[in-house]
């Protein structure tokens, strides 16, 4: 496909009457082609207004239409091959097999959401049949489905250029519930955006949809971000960045005449708990354990979410063992190109941060990688108290850093557990024997984070039915929902009652002859429907 530089607003290439800015390749700091217009606040409006034409004949969709369209979209990023994971490639510096992996995961959120529209779990669908008879007060006829909220904003990411971008969880969440989407694009990969921006304006067209179903914007981080939100067409935010940008968008929607969600995932350390029995094995099984920790802190060069930013380490000499087979493990990384010099730069100034914090260490370091923004990967050392309570050893580092703390009892795990904001994720590494010590540990561990982990590690979050990749505030700015899974379709959805309708007035979901073949609860038991049955005669 050509790529145009410009905005893409309800199907059409538009030119942004404000400042350009380019993609850059971060191995060199080289600029690539072509420039990019970015709109202003005013014409942004075009694309909000769109969106909200778009909303009534979007979110009324047929279900097998509305899952043709999500399946078509993912035919059409996968019909880009190599263009977009080259594309991709030089706007952020990762790897091809990364960005093949990350174009899968990406393909599969959107056919997962399909199979969900088709099935219709998520429209909630309860009906209480009229008891006109009933003692002492008769009951009316009520009936409950969830409806789309209202066109969605969403914000792409910068480390995930497809799984967490313009196609990618948030957008596909959106459109699986039925909104349409204004897509702020992230200018640190703009053709990446741009390419697979034209594949779902391509599905759109081919399905005969409104256009406003999805727009693709390019502006100035803040100044458009914060007008998307403020804008009173938009009904709800998607975002995945820092915690200062996503406190920021939390504060404009919270301001609005009439304010709105904003499921913002920001920040996460994703603490690693390794209990003692996990270190009784021999010198080779440490060995291991240490090189999957520093495995999981180096990947994509430490810019996941969910890279493990602490880890836990009894005191003693099968700790002592463990902190050496890091410090090995470690010493023998390069680093890797970081997504943009800027992020390369934060990593630098909060690893000097920790670096000189009182009491820590350095554990091993890595070399610095041959390319430009490839910092040495690190891992830094203390003891639990300090970590308690120094609050600058919480902090995020985005990159290839972690902190080995030592600890010595199962009480100092609680309060160090406790002590903490919240995480996406914890991780156990433990043997049968530790099993008394980790009940204790996992009242703590719920409070604090959505996803627990035992023998594993959190880098790889499995797009399914029953993942959370949510947590308590700051990891999420809603504890209550997830990012990833198909549960992630809730945030965008919200109930309606209709108490004594008649048949011609109800929406397909609720009416008695069930048109559509949903799974409904019917006086508070799950009907057996047309649709269970189909599913059990594919099975």
């Not at 380019?22 to 014409?43: D, H, I, K, M, W």
């Not at 979110?59 to 078509?72: C, N, Q, R, V, Y």
């Not at 789309?148 to 990618?168: D, H, I, M, Q, Y």
Request: aromatic content about 6%.
């Amino acid at each position: 496909m050509t790529l145009t530089g410009h905005s893409l607003i309800a199907g059409r290439p538009v030119p942004g009457d404000g400042k350009t800015t380019f993609g850059v390749n971060p191995a060199s700091n080289e600029r690539l082609e072509p420039e990019y217009t970015l709109l202003t606040e005013q014409q942004l409006t075009t694309a909000t207004s769109a969106a909200a034409a778009a909303f009534e004949s979007f979110s009324t969709l047929d279900p097998e239409t509305h899952a043709g369209f999500l399946d078509a979209i993912a035919v059409n990023i996968d019909a880009l091959g190599d263009e977009l994971i080259v594309r991709a490639g030089l706007e952020t510096g990762l790897p091809a097999p990364r960005l093949q992996g990350e174009r899968a995961r990406t393909t599969g959120q959107l056919r997962l959401f399909a199979n969900v529209v088709r099935q219709g779990d998520f429209r909630g669908v309860r009906i209480d049949p009229a008891l006109p008879d009933r003692a002492p007060a008769a009951r009316a006829d009520i009936r409950q489905r969830q409806i789309p909220l209202g066109p969605v904003a969403v914000f792409g990411a910068s480390n995930f250029p497809l799984a967490f971008s313009t196609a990618g969880g948030d957008t596909a969440s959106a459109l699986a519930a039925g909104c349409p989407v204004v897509f702020k694009a992230h200018n640190a990969h703009p053709g990446t955006g741009e390419l697979v921006g034209q594949a779902i304006a391509k599905a759109v067209k081919d399905f005969g949809l409104h256009p406003g179903v999805f727009s693709l914007v390019y502006g100035p981080g803040n100044s458009i971000g914060q007008a998307l939100v403020a804008d009173p067409a938009i009904k709800a935010v998607g975002f995945t960045g820092s915690q200062s940008a996503g406190i920021a968008l939390m504060r404009t929607a919270a301001a609005r005449p009439e304010p709105i969600p904003v499921y913002a995932e920001m920040s996460s350390l994703n603490p690693v708990f390794v209990l003692p029995g996990a270190l009784a094995g021999n010198a080779e099984e440490i060995d291991a354990l240490a090189q999957q920790y520093v495995t999981a802190v180096t990947g994509s060069s430490g810019q996941l979410c969910t890279s493990p930013g602490l880890l836990f380490a009894p005191a003693g000499e099968a700790g002592d063992k463990l902190a050496a087979a890091v410090g090995r493990a470690v010493s023998a990384c390069a680093g890797q190109t970081m997504l943009t010099a800027g992020i390369a730069g934060s990593w630098n100034d909060g690893a000097d941060a920790l670096g000189s914090a009182d009491n820590v260490t350095v554990v091993g370091r890595g070399s610095a990688g041959a390319t430009e923004n490839a910092p040495a990967p690190t891992i830094f050392g203390t003891g639990i108290a300090d970590f308690i309570s120094n609050h600058v050893l919480h902090a995020e580092i985005f990159g290839a850093a972690s902190l080995v703390i030592r600890y010595s009892t199962t009480e100092e795990l609680i309060d160090a557990a406790r002590s903490m904001e919240g995480q996406l994720t914890a991780s156990l590494q433990l043997a049968e024997e530790d099993y008394p010590t980790a009940a204790r540990l996992l009242p703590a561990l719920e409070q604090k984070v959505g996803r627990i982990i035992v023998n594993g590690w959190p880098t790889g979050v499995e797009v399914g039915h029953a993942m959370v990749h949510g947590g308590p505030f700051p990891a999420t700015s809603d504890t209550r929902t997830t990012s990833v899974g198909t549960l992630a379709i809730n945030r965008f959805l919200r109930p309606v009652a209709y108490q004594n309708l008649p048949q011609e007035l109800l929406p397909a979901a609720l009416q008695d002859d069930n048109p559509w073949r949903l799974n409904r609860r019917m006086d508070g038991i799950m009907e057996e429907t047309a649709a269970h049955q189909k599913t059990e005669v594919n099975a």
